[in-house]
């Protein structure tokens, strides 16, 4: 009898796309059941490869498109995702504004700027969108959103009522926020926040103390960055009547979070629930004999919100078995066969050089499901 395998993996990162691992997969299953019916699903959880999720696994369309870089004075080549009806775009800040974008010794949270996140926003409301959902892992900024903002007409002024420079530097001249002048459309569009991020703005667990420190803060960077995103939401508060500082979630990405739901009036959703919801996951699992998810690592955070998490718990609802499949596997990733999951595999055939088991990753993940699935058979499957 003809099975239904219904393929779920996130990316393997810097070895495989989600799309290349469900081909993988999918090949590794052909090998034992060659008429078996295979559903591609590519998954992400909001952070870095969601727009080629989303891209690949619903026939949307990436839009290239000349941006400001970390560095505002440097032009980079980034992409978002325009969905098939053409209505909603799917952008990841760290294309334009993203930690890998610059080299290490580079890396000065008090001069990167979002200002490529929102010339990203005005080109998808260029193309007549409706809805913008942005993924904001993975930034090397810390201005909160004031950049993105600036992009989309926000006018940010000192005392003398002249324009500040661009990150999270100059926040300290702050005196007077003018949103008269920003991007109408804005009105018009609804804005979701893809991200797990739960911190606030300031404060201990804020921005700039929490994630400054990987964005190439120094530990005095770091009090007057977070020195800057409390007087920034002082000023918000006494001209917009916004209170934002406390705000759970405004303190993802260097406080992108709080300039999102600020000035375009954005939600923020849980990156793997909507990936879920787009592509439609749940009536596919309901086909399934088996579903197979994955990622590059997996271990006890796997249960915050990653996406293998997720694609667990839908499975669990219809009781279907769940096979994982990770590079590595770390410490208590037991706690996620009580969530769904059926089993856990790594895929590495051999100790060796993590470069070298990156670039066997889909061969890797090919045998590995090819060998579940031999199991399944012989077992009646």
């Not at 100059?170 to 991007?183: F, G, N, P, R």
């Amino acid at each position: 009898m003809e099975k239904t395998f219904v393929l779920a993996p996130d990316s393997f990162k810097e070895s495989m796309s989600a799309k290349n691992a469900c081909e993988a997969m999918e090949r590794g299953i052909r090998k034992v059941f060659p008429e078996s019916k295979v559903i591609q699903v590519p998954m992400a959880d909001g952070g870095e490869g969601t727009v080629d999720a989303l891209v690949d696994g619903i026939n949307g369309t990436k839009i290239e498109v000349m941006v400001s870089g970390p560095i505002p004075s440097e032009k980079i080549k980034a992409y978002y995702g325009l969905l098939a009806d053409e209505s909603t775009a799917v952008i990841e800040m760290a294309e334009a504004n993203g930690i890998e974008l610059l080299a290490e010794n580079k890396r000065n949270p008090l001069l990167t700027s979002t200002y490529g996140t929102g010339e990203m926003i005005k080109d998808a409301l260029d193309k007549g969108v409706k809805k913008i959902i942005i993924g904001i892992g993975g930034s090397v900024t810390n201005d909160g959103g004031a950049g993105m903002a600036q992009a989309l007409g926000v006018q940010f002024l000192d005392k003398n009522d002249k324009e500040l420079s661009v990150g999270g530097g100059a926040l300290s001249e702050l005196a007077k926020v003018d949103v008269s002048t920003i991007d109408p459309r804005l009105k018009e569009t609804e804005v979701v926040i893809a991200s797990d991020v739960t911190n606030p703005l300031t404060g201990p667990n804020g921005a700039s103390f929490v994630f400054g420190p990987q964005k190439g803060a120094t530990p005095d960077m770091v009090k007057k960055l977070d020195e800057n995103l409390v007087h920034y939401a002082a000023v918000i508060q006494k001209n917009l009547g916004i209170d934002i500082k406390d705000q759970p979630g405004s303190g993802a990405a260097g406080g992108l979070g709080a300039g999102l739901l600020v000035f375009t009036g954005a939600k923020m959703e849980s990156g793997v629930d909507l990936v879920i919801q787009l592509t439609h996951l749940e009536e596919k699992i309901v086909q399934a004999d088996y579903v197979f998810t994955g990622e590059g690592g997996m271990d006890f955070q796997t249960k915050f919100g990653k996406a293998p998490y997720g694609v667990a718990k839908i499975a669990k609802r219809y009781d279907k078995p769940v096979f994982a499949c990770a590079g590595y596997i770390g410490e208590q990733v037991d706690v996620l066969y009580e969530e769904g999951m059926t089993a856990i595999f790594g895929i590495l055939d051999q100790a060796g050089p993590l470069k070298q088991a990156l670039q066997a990753g889909e061969s890797n993940l090919e045998r590995t499901v090819e060998n579940i699935v031999r199991v399944l058979n012989v077992c009646g499957g």
